[in-house]
């Protein structure tokens, strides 16, 4: 795959990713404000997750998904061939748990 349209499909899976995430939010009847406080003392800005121009660190998506409930897994692969850059490439898995085990 050319590495410009792996970075266009990478984006397109975060995207993707992060609706999920918010339809599992919606779908459990929280709120953002009930969100940031199932997940605890932090008061951090979930909102970012869900605002798809914005560009969220994988900390807080992590705690986002926990707090409603996904198992976020992230696993790192190397690209046969790996592009010009030698970048690494991730590939995204979630698995959905009601008790946050797989």
Do not use: C
Not at 89 to 97: E, K, L
């Amino acid at each position: 795959m050319d590495p410009d349209d792996h970075v266009e499909w990478l984006l397109l899976e975060d995207i993707k990713f992060r609706v999920t995430l918010k339809q599992k939010r919606l779908e459990s009847g929280l709120t953002l404000e009930g969100l940031a406080r199932a997940a605890g003392p932090l008061r951090l800005p979930f909102e970012m997750v869900e605002d798809l121009s914005a560009d969220p660190p994988l900390s807080l998506i992590r705690r986002y998904a926990a707090a409603v409930g996904v198992h976020y897994l992230h696993r790192v692969a190397i690209m046969d061939p790996p592009p010009d850059n030698d970048a690494v490439i991730p590939d995204i898995q979630v698995t959905v748990t009601k008790d946050g085990n797989q």
